[in-house]
C-alpha cells in the first residue's frame, strides 16, 4: 500500500523486529545480559512435543557427523519460477472467489455485501489482541453486540476475525485462546528453520484445533446470509496485500477450503524473518506454482478499504451503516533506556513509528465514515493500562489486558465517536516490560 511515504518499510522493519506479534520484546535474539550470563529472564516453557524434538535431534548427532553449516537451508527445496503476469491473474484452484488484490477496487466492491450494515475492523497487536477479545466478550455481556455485516482482520485481528464474525457462541473459544495461550503454544524458540528464526509448527496446530469443521460451517452460513469476512496477508512475491474472502473459502467446504482457511489465519499473522512464511498452491493458464505470503500488517495495521479509496481526495463511500474499529496495539510512547544493541534499538525504534503508522489510518478512516455520513467508533487499550509482562505471550499479561476489554466493552463507552488524542510528554508511560527485565 502506497498511503504514506515509507510506511511499508516502516512496517517491514517492525515485523522483522517483532514487538506486534510479541510486544514484549524479540524471543530469538539474547539481550547482552543473556550473552553475558547476567540475570537471565525465566523462559517460557517449552511445548511438549519439543522435547521428542530435543531427543530426536541427540539421537541423530550420536549417529550422525555434524551437518555443514547451510546444510538447514540447502535443505529448502527449490521454487517453481514465475512471472508477475502469471501471479497477477492466478488463482486458488476450484475457488476462484477465494480472493483478490486489495488495491483493486473494482474486485473489492463486488466483494461487498448487497446490503449495506455495521462494520467491524481489528487491527493487528500480537498478544495485544487480548483486548479486542475481551472487548468483543463485554459487549456481549452487555447486549450491545450486532452481527457485523463486514468483519476484517489483520494479523492478530485475522486469527479472532472468524470467531467475532461467527457470532457471540464463540465468545468462550475466543477468551481462551487469548487468556491461555503461552508462547509454546505460538512458536518454538531456538528452532531456526531457514526462513525464519523461530518455527511457527505450534501455532499452526492452535490453529488446527481453534478452527473446527462446526466453525468453517457457521462461517459458511453467514456468507451465504449475505455477511463478508476478511482477512489480508502479504504476497511477498508481488509486494501487495492479498484479501481473502474467508466466507466463499468456507462455502466452498471439504477438506481443500478448511486446509486453506486455516492457512491463510497462519499466513496473516506469520511475521516475515521471524516466523516461516506460508506457501500457498496457485495456478495460472494451467501452471501451478506456490506464492510465498506472510503477516497481513505490512500493508497497514488494519483494513477497511483499497489505500486510493482511503485517501482525502477521494469521493468514495462506505456501504456500511456503522464503522467500528478495535485497536489491538497501545497507542502511548512508552520510556525506557534503550541499550545499546540493534535488536533492542529496532524493537523500540518500531515501537514508536507504529502507534504513528496506526494512527494515521485512523485519520483517514474517520474522513472516509464522515464523508459516508455514517458513525465512526474506535476502541483502543487505554493509556492507563500498565500490567507488566514477563516475555512473549505472558498468560498473566493477557488475562489484565482481557479483562480491561472486557469491562470496557462492558461499559456505556465501549468506542469513542473520535479519534484517540494525541499524548503529550507528560502521559509517556513508563516501557511495561521493563521492570522484568525483559527486551
Known sequence: MTMYPRRTLLAAAAFLAVPLLMPSGVPFIAKPAQAQGLNPPAKALPHPLSF???????????????????????????????????????????????????????????ALPLQPGPWLILSSGGADGAFGAGLLNGLTAAGKRPDYTVVTGVSTGALMAPFAFAGSRYDAALRKAYTEVTAADVFEAGASTGESFVDSWPLRD????QVTPALLDDVAAAHR??????????????????VWNMGAIAAHGGDDGLKLFRAVLLASASVPGGFPPVLIDVEANGKHFQEMHVDGGLGGQFFVAPAALMTTTSDYHLPAT???????????????????????????????????????MLSLSYAVAKRSDIAFNVAAIPASFNTPSKGPFDPVYMKALFQTGYDQGQGATAFSAELPPYPSGSTTQPNRIEKTGAN
Do not use: C, H
Request: charged share 25%; proline share 8%; aromatic share 8%.
Open 225 to 242: 446470509a449475505g455477511r463478508r469476512l476478511f482477512v489480508v496477508t502479504s504476497n511477498l512475491d508481488a509486494e501487495r496485500s492479498v
Open 206 to 209: 492452535f490453529i488446527a484445533k
Open 52 to 110: 521428542e524434538r530435543t531427543r530426536a535431534k541427540q539421537a541423530r548427532v550420536k549417529t550422525q557427523s555434524p551437518p555443514p553449516v547451510a546444510a538447514k537451508s540447502s535443505e529448502l527445496p527449490p521454487r517453481v519460477p514465475f512471472t508477475a503476469a502469471e501471479d497477477e491473474g492466478a488463482t486458488i484452484s476450484g475457488m476462484p472467489d477465494a480472493r483478490f488484490w486489495a488495491d483493486s477496487e473494482t474486485d473489492y466492491r463486488n
Open 322 to 360: 456503522q464503522l467500528y474499529i478495535v485497536v489491538n496495539t497501545g497507542l502511548q510512547p512508552s520510556f525506557k533506556v534503550v541499550d545499546r544493541f540493534a535488536p533492542t534499538i529496532l524493537t523500540q525504534a518500531i515501537g514508536m513509528a507504529v502507534p504513528v503508522d496506526t494512527r494515521l
